[in-house]
């Protein structure tokens, strides 16, 4: 690291062994007791960190939590040496993102990400403050993704104890608004992503631990129908009815959705549809939610959208229709799911049981905007928690909290010794 992160072990245990990588192609350290203990010596330490950051309020664009937390993690990854440079986040998003840099010895380059907004309201800490019961720690955010946050600022404090320097550059990143679609960091994101060898995504896990390899693309289309108004009663024919055309381009879009190729498109909300009862309303605006699994589909699916504004039921309607991107898809590389084996090889090691899921879900992460680079792409490095969006006592696990950080540390290590 500029002032150096980790070697994560004596000699003997940076000695090399080939792990049991279910390719059977990546080799591996052989496993490290020394930062095992460290790991495991360490989850008081979390958890006072948990606690700090969850007393952070920081809802997406909150003007007082999100420059709070950015002052926090800069003085976080300072004390563990990095150079860090604040980046104003874009599209009038607020805060800065943080960017944290170590430069060591080694071959390879990684980069490290949490973002540090959450969906939750300023005020949440009245009904969801930090507390331990149990096994589960809970808190607004606490598993998405100040879990994350966490495992980061932890296993590069882990490697910095021990001097551990094998690595060309680590990179870390906390952006303002994940929540929000990253609007004000995605191009920071796929910046860095292209700079670095690998990425790794630090989101809750879930409870079953499985690293996912594939998430929705996401976008948002508006349709604006302009009409002509007139006398309901009197002469609805000299009018040109919005509500009617709007509803017709309903019904002419219905197969643009096609769940057998991972295609979703559907229109969600319909406002400003006339204002009374007698008068044929001249505007209506309707909202589209679409999804899709390949980010070529995209274009297809605007294309099909364009076609079937243009067969109108009302000649004189005019259709305007704006679509917005969001996230794009997300798709494991074959090179990505060759690191998730080397981690679930590393996580059985300290007896974490961790599986590739390859089922595709709707929501998504930054790993997406990363994944636009080609690079390996790893998402799901948090800790295992539950309950995040919801009205429900959000929480994470704590017995898990060792073998996270170990398997973070080591991990970053192997990956920086280009191994």
């Not at 990684?110 to 973002?115: E, Q």
Request: with cysteine.
């Amino acid at each position: 690291m500029k002032k150096t992160l980790l070697a994560l072990a004596a000699a003997a245990a940076l000695s090399f062994s080939v792990s049991g990588c279910s390719d059977g192609n990546a080799a591996s350290l052989r496993y490290n007791a020394t930062l095992d203990q460290a790991s495991k010596a360490e989850t008081s330490a979390v958890l006072k960190t948990l606690q700090e950051l969850v007393n952070i309020e920081t809802g997406t664009n909150d003007s007082v939590g999100i420059p709070e937390m950015g002052n926090y993690l800069e003085q976080r990854l300072q004390a563990l040496g990095a150079n860090v440079v604040r980046y104003k986040a874009e599209a009038g998003v607020v805060g800065d993102n943080i960017v944290g840099s170590f430069q060591g010895s080694g071959s390879k380059s990684i980069l490290l990400m949490a973002h540090m907004d959450t969906v939750y309201a300023r005020g949440i800490l009245a009904t969801a403050p930090f507390k331990v019961d149990g096994n589960k720690a809970y808190g607004a955010g606490i598993a998405d993704c100040k879990g994350g946050i966490a495992v980061i600022l932890h296993s590069l404090g882990l490697l910095k104890a021990q001097n551990f320097s094998q690595f060309k550059t680590i990179t870390v990143l906390f952006n303002t608004d994940e929540e929000k679609g990253s609007f004000g960091s995605r191009d920071l994101i796929q910046k860095l992503s292209a700079q670095h060898d690998y990425v790794l995504s630090y989101e809750p896990s879930g409870e079953s631990e499985s690293f996912g390899t594939a998430s929705s693309g996401i976008a948002y289309v508006q349709a604006i129908v302009h009409g002509k108004a007139s006398h309901a009663g009197a002469a609805p024919e000299l009018g040109v009815n919005a509500l009617t055309e709007a509803a017709d381009l309903v019904l002419r879009t219905q197969d643009i959705q096609d769940k057998s190729k991972e295609r979703g498109f559907n229109w969600t909300t319909m406002t400003a549809g006339g204002t009374v009862t007698n008068v044929i309303p001249d505007k209506a605006v309707i909202n589209a939610d679409v999804r899709y699994g390949k980010n070529e589909d995209l274009e297809l699916m605007k294309s099909m959208l364009d076609t079937a504004a243009t067969k109108k039921r009302l000649p004189d309607a005019k259709i305007e229709i704006n679509l917005t991107r969001g996230r794009p898809a997300f798709n494991a590389t074959d090179e990505g799911k060759k690191v998730i084996d080397k981690a679930i090889a590393i996580y059985s090691d300290v007896g974490g049981k961790s599986t590739i899921d390859y089922q595709r879900y709707g929501a998504g992460s930054d790993a997406a905007y990363a994944g636009l680079s080609g690079k390996p792409v790893v998402d799901g490095m948090g800790l295992p928690g539950a309950n995040y969006h919801s009205n429900l006592a959000e929480y994470v696990l704590i017995d898990p909290i060792p073998r996270r950080l170990y398997l973070s540390a080591q991990l970053i290590s192997e990956l920086g010794q280009g191994l």
